[in-house]
């Protein structure tokens, strides 16, 4: 394996003036990494990336796949000249969710442009239907939905509050409704059902303080990953935002992105918003990405209801504008590839179950003990922990002992990729570590990263001790 010396970085990402950790290969679970001049060949990936490597690495059949894919397509303008493979791309999708869920899909190339896609076909759907009135989007405080200025827009979290002097319009256009956070402000002695019903009374306000006729959409995060650690909707809570767009009129949006196409899904299927929903109370679009191509392509999408699909029909048929590789017929064929293999393998039951296996021995193993972890939380293969000072008070750390990052870093010393994340509580303040391994993964894996995860939270918890930090 090659070691580069020059540490000079010519990437404009992350860290400016020098390399990041490299990845030099890997296979499975596993990836090697070379880090300032060391070759770790047993990192154990925990986090696949961003939530995104549902295969792993080195997947035996991804060659056949490619092949096939490049053999079919070279590329055409998706407005223009259409392409068998995203037609069958977007005929699984539909066919492997609820029936009469999803009509369409459009195919773009992150999750960032699946929202911004989103935002502009509602935008055209409330005018197909004869509602330009409505134009104000409505989506939640400490939420992400992307880097693209619009996706910032409509997100919530420190990363977009960098932007805000050039973000869309935040009284007029981009509302926000209350974060969705039992951990911390579920009142003591409330049920799930009344903290759901309390924030679907405040969305309502929000509703009704800003003009009903005039709100296009509510969107929100089915399992919000990055912005607030795999937090799920308490009892009642998605099926609550589901009644009140039907009782105003308004398109109900949820984001998929990075809990998925696989990563949570009860039935062996596809979407996470089966935990929550029966198909009556499915959303009108919905954005997904990440696991869709395994990170083996570029791919993202959205996922447009008969609802939807018929006001285009029986108004212009037309979508306005497109962008040059929507739709792209090699990645598209890559994607179906690879999740005709999920689906054929039983690999979304798979991390469904492992993943919950994962989750109940972390909790099992961390919540008892006197150390710097919580909660534990999250739903087949996406799971956070988060970091408190003070169990009993939920106090957080202060943000400049930088307890997130501290751990990404122990784990990857302890042979375990995680992604630690800050400002979960209020921009500023909150520590979460992520966990979203691949779906192949067995029961030896979980030991595996329940072992290691366990012993960086207690060499961090030794370290912050000894610092009088904890
Ligand atoms: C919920 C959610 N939406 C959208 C995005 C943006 O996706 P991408 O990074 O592919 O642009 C992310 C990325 O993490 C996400 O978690």
Redesign the pocket.
Known sequence: MTVTTDNDSYVFQGLIDRKLPEVQGGKGCKIIVEKNGKVHEDIFDGITG??VGALGWGDEDIHGIMSEAAKTHTYTFPSLIGNPQSEELAKFYIDNSPEGVFASALWCC??????ENAMKIIRQYQVERGQSKRTKIISRESS????TLG?LSISHNPRAEQFKEILLDQKELCLKMPVCYPYRFMKKGETEEEYSARLIDSLEKLILDNDPTTISVVLV?TL???SLGTTPPPKGYLSGIRRICNKYDIVFML?E???GTGRSNPNGKLNCWENFLTPEEAPDIQ?V??TLGSGYVTI?GVLVSPKIKKAYVEGTNMVIGSHTYASHGFNCAVALGVQKKILGNGLTKNIFEKGNLMGAKLQEALLKEDNIVGDVRGIGGFWSLEFVKDRATKEPFPYKTDVAHRFEAICFENGINVMGMQGNIDFVSGDIALLAPSFIITEDDVATIVERVTKSVNDLTAELKAEGLF
Request: aromatic content about 8%; overall charge negative; hydrophobic content about 30%.
């Open positions: 961003a939530a992150s999750g960032s442009e699946a929202n992400y939905h992307g880097f996706a995060e919000p990953g990055s984001d992105v990075m809990c954005s990405g990440k993202a």
